[in-house]
DNA sequence: TATGAATGAGCATTCATTCAT
DNA sequence: CATGAATGAATGCTCATTCAT
């Protein structure tokens, strides 16, 4: 594919970035949310949200290079879009939280955006530190180990 | 100052970027290596870990801007040079788990080198949350919630 | 042509000035060799090195803007490579006082590597001058007189 | 002697390079002009005209650095001025090429400006070879040939 | 007079984007 | 629809020059 040709299809360099990230983000959301309609166990429902992200970027490189590299390159109006479009994401793992809480398997103490921060800021260094070794490694035989980390922090 | 005097004390843009990190990274390790002498609570020392990094972005702006923003638009070559940085202040994380471990307050079953990239992990997306608010709130007001997740992650 | 057009082309500004120069002494030196293969008189053969030289020049003021002007501007590095496009045509200048001592046209005791300077030098300040007021006489009326002149410094 | 105190005394780069180039001419010049007052041989003459030059340029590397070399990167403006220092050193060598026409030693058919590029153009390469050599070897032991080859090239 | 830290205009190069084919 | 040569704004860096001390 030529250089010109991609602008028939994405407006620039930014919205195919952008472009990628809503795609990937879309299907792991959409996927983790049919999930969620059948799992009403707040543990098995966190290491759905883990597993995956992880599959989705554990089995797609260069998808992980656009979100654990390429992405990180932005200027503030991009990183506003990354936002919004991370926040379903997001949202899924406050549901999570609130949902363990409310059934008790969750400690009620924890501040849900900060117990976001620990899963999402952990699954984010796992798949960066992966990436930037060239992949080498199975990403997806960390999850059960991470997962059992994330679930430890923050049950009774 | 204009743009051809920071070329006197710097050799590149990079250079710049890397001794401000360097020079960060080393006054937090050296902080917390005086501390460790003294101290030999694992889950103090986790504490400890935690918090002397946040005073140390939470309390300077600038530095965090670079160290969560300027420094993740780097290049390869760069990023080894950051991974060089960085590697004393990860030795100091793993130093605690392990020691955590060998003292039977963490459970003895956790990995390491993943444990080790949930605490970074945590502190560093708490921290980039922070930076891309435009450090509207006060940091440090974080530490004993995220220091607490920790340590429930990873105590027995 | 835009400015970052020039860099399809060519590696650097460098490359440019070296391939310029490169290209014109490359034909230069093949249309002496193909002549000189069936001249066998060295005053003649001199004249020939000093037209084709002129001729090239004289005829394209652009390339001698290159050659006597900006190519004057390199720095160490690249005079190297000056030296190594040129050396074909030292070469020739040499092989003809060589031809023409041997058969006794020219005097045996003028030291080659000297005489070469003669007439390189001669040439490269009748060139430079003509550049420097513009180009503004034609610099083929004064082949005849150049050589009768280094002519003149060699023969017996 | 530090950067700035060049400009208590010079008005700019140019202008240290321009007064080290119009001193030492200057020199050269007069020295030339006080021995042409006792000698009227024009071979002799001439032979005095190259030796003195080269004496300069020869035992002061910095000085063939300068005229060889900086003054060489100089612009259009710059470039005039150097033209205009140089003149009387120009007319030195038409002086003696005149002087050996009318005396009957030098050819009467020999133009003096172009004559005088074989002059100085020969000098030049001679010097500039010896400079870009590093200053490997004793320039004055050239000039006996370089001589010769200028007198054979004039004289009748 | 002398200093040398600070300056900023100038320049080579890159790379996301365009547009004639 | 697709191409890829051409574009030129943006940027990192240099170096001749200035000026407060």
Chains 1, 2, 3, 4 share one sequence.
Do not use: C
Not at 56 to 74: E, F, W, Y
């Amino acid at each position: 594919m030529a250089d010109g040709t991609v602008y028939l299809y994405f407006k620039n360099k930014e919205d195919v970035l952008i472009s990628i990230l809503a795609d990937a983000i879309g299907r792991v959301v959409a996927e983790i949310e049919e999930r969620f309609k059948t799992e009403s166990d707040p543990i098995r429902k966190l290491h759905y949200l883990v597993s995956v992200y992880f599959e989705k970027l554990g089995t797609d490189k260069n998808l992980a290079l656009v979100t654990q590299i390429h992405l990180r390159q932005s200027d503030q109006a991009m990183r506003r879009q990354i936002g919004d479009i991370i926040r379903p994401y997001y949202g899924l793992i406050d549901h999570v939280l609130r949902d363990g809480i409310e059934k008790g398997v969750f400690r009620p103490e924890i501040d849900p955006r900060i117990a976001r921060r620990l899963v999402f800021g952990t699954m984010d260094e796992t798949i960066t530190a992966w990436v930037l070794t060239g992949a080498k490694y199975n990403l997806l035989g960390l999850i059960d180990q991470v997962v059992d980390l994330l679930v430890h922090a923050m049950k009774k």
